[in-house]
């Protein structure tokens, strides 16, 4: 069972970089099918089910190459592919995967806002749980390794409080969002029943 995971996992970042080359591509083979189409039928353009919305396709990393996520007593680390590692997932161990488009475009559109607009010389705070049923497990750091250097992005302080230095609150707490999706993810793979249990 371990290794179709690691397989599937390897196979999900290859597909996610492929994907990501070929989407312009397939987005524009498409559009000319249509505007062919159109021209034979003009009818066709009034038609809304001669219209299909196109695949989802994995959004790409602007100028960073790694996201490390400090938390849980884990560092976690991911990449451009959407391939993430941890150091300790909640059994003690190390363990690897990919995430999944949805975490991952939702990640990597926050980070790209995040390094390309000034970040806050001062975080904005707020208690770090959103509502009381789904307390943020997100309890330390998380980094971007960018062609200028190393940034913080958010910090949970001794207060409990989660601070982000990102200046846009929707993408703000998007970022933060994801990135606890991203320790909730390493956490699991490989120790389905958490904290206490065995892979």
């Not at 021209?39 to 919305?53: E, G, R, V």
Request: charged letters at 20%.
């Amino acid at each position: 069972m371990k290794t179709t995971q690691k397989a599937y996992a390897r196979f999900l970042s290859s597909f996610l970089a492929t994907l990501a080359l070929f989407s312009i591509t397939t987005s524009l083979s498409g559009c000319q099918s249509e505007l062919n189409s159109s021209d034979s039928n003009p009818d066709s353009l009034n038609d809304p089910a001669s219209h299909t919305q196109p695949p989802p396709s994995a959004a790409l990393a602007d100028g960073w190459t790694q996201v490390l996520i400090q938390a849980n007593y884990a560092k976690t680390k991911v990449d451009t592919f959407a391939h993430w590692t941890t150091n300790r997932n909640a059994c003690g161990k190390d363990a690897d995967g990919a995430l999944e488009l949805e975490v991952w475009n939702r990640l990597v559109t926050a980070v790209n806002h995040a390094v390309t607009h000034p970040l806050l010389s001062e975080p904005r705070c707020q208690p770090n749980n959103q509502n009381s049923e789904n307390p943020s497990k997100m309890d330390g750091t998380a980094q971007v390794t960018h062609s200028q250097g190393k940034y913080t992005l958010i910090e949970v302080r001794d207060t409990g409080d989660i601070c982000s230095y990102v200046k846009d609150e929707a993408y703000s707490k998007q970022l933060i969002q994801a990135i606890t999706d991203v320790v909730l993810i390493a956490d699991k793979e490989d120790c389905p029943f958490g904290w206490g249990g065995s892979n």
